[in-house]
């Protein structure tokens, strides 16, 4: 039985690399060309996966593989890539940070990439290609070697393609709410591709976060909450009794010193979360502050009483403990 040499140059870089090779690399190495058609033959040790970039063994690409070699595949031909001159992107990023809305990285078909803008390179296979408007963003390296477009770049990115605006939203507020990216950070990606704020998804959201709405349901109820013709609330401010800190709620009107908590088991990221939406609630009722509280579902099916419950209390406030409560905007 032939062993291969642990010391062989092919193996060094497979090892190194997942068995994810560019055939610039092999012939750099000194594989003939004859020898890698040969080991590219059907039923072979290799596979071709994608122009120009080869498998160093049989079988299905892991998702580590199926990165590395839509990375290999994207950059420049015939030279190692600068640092950051190829980057993932897209959903490959947002379902790779966890964000519930991108689904699992499993079940992606697409390997998205970002390159700069005059590179000559298209969709192929299971790469899909995103070109830098201006200069290419800052990334970074990630422990496996790849090289990564931030969370905040990735969502912009997805923006021009993801028109339902429900799961753009959601994408957003997951990211802010579980600090993949700082809201100001987000704010300055959407914004930078011009004409963005023509596209009403990324308007919609700008509108959301800036207003400090941190879920797809508090944006939803911003909605509702306009059309009724009641004030804007703050979102999520951080509440003071005294000096000390209350709570924070989902929607809060200063002037009136009324709250709004919607309750959803479903958006929020956590069992845990619920619990403390609840203890949240108890604290500012045993405060003296008055609280609506709703469900989505009422405020997207029914939301009459709700709304005529708050209109009743803002418009006649304020409430409770008003002059002793202080509060913080959302960051």
């Not at 939803?220 to 009641?230: D, F, K, S, Y």
């Amino acid at each position: 039985m032939t062993r291969a040499n642990p010391l062989d140059p092919v193996a060094l870089l497979g090892a190194d690399q997942q068995h994810i090779a560019t055939r610039a690399q092999l012939r750099r190495l000194g594989v003939p060309s004859g020898t890698i058609a040969h080991r590219l033959r059907p039923g072979g040790p290799w596979q071709q996966v994608l122009p120009r970039v080869i498998c160093l063994q049989n079988g299905r690409l892991t998702i580590h593989q199926r990165l590395r070699a839509a990375l290999a595949y994207a950059s420049p031909k015939g030279r190692q890539p600068q640092p950051g001159e190829v980057l993932l992107t897209g959903f490959t990023v947002l379902a790779e940070a966890g964000l519930p809305s991108a689904g699992h990285p499993a079940d992606l078909a697409e390997v998205e990439v970002l390159i700069p803008t005059r590179r000559r390179v298209g969709d192929r296979e299971f790469v899909r290609v995103h070109r830098a408007s201006g200069a290419m963003p800052g990334g970074f390296q990630r422990d496996d070697g790849l090289w990564s477009a931030t969370v905040a770049r990735a969502l912009a990115d997805v923006a021009p393609q993801e028109t339902g605006q429900r799961r753009f939203r959601s994408l957003c507020a997951e990211a802010v709410r579980r600090r993949h990216c700082e809201l100001g950070e987000l704010l300055d990606q959407l914004l930078a591709r011009p004409g963005a704020l023509a596209l009403p998804q990324v308007a919609r959201v700008v509108e959301d976060l800036t207003a400090g709405a941190r879920s797809v349901v508090e944006g939803e109820a911003r909605e509702v909450l306009a059309h009724a013709g009641l004030p804007e609330p703050l979102w999520n401010p951080v509440l003071f009794l005294d000096g000390r800190f209350l709570a924070v709620p989902d929607a809060y009107w200063p002037h009136a010193c009324v709250a709004l908590e919607i309750d959803s088991r479903a958006y929020h990221l956590r069992p845990s979360d619920h619990e403390r939406g609840l203890a949240r609630a108890n604290r500012l009722t045993a405060a003296g502050l008055p609280v609506v509280r709703a469900t989505p579902v009422q405020l997207r099916r029914d939301p009459a009483p709700v709304l005529h419950e708050l209109t009743a209390l803002v418009t006649t406030g304020p409430h409770g403990p008003h002059g002793r409560v202080s509060w913080r905007r959302a960051r």
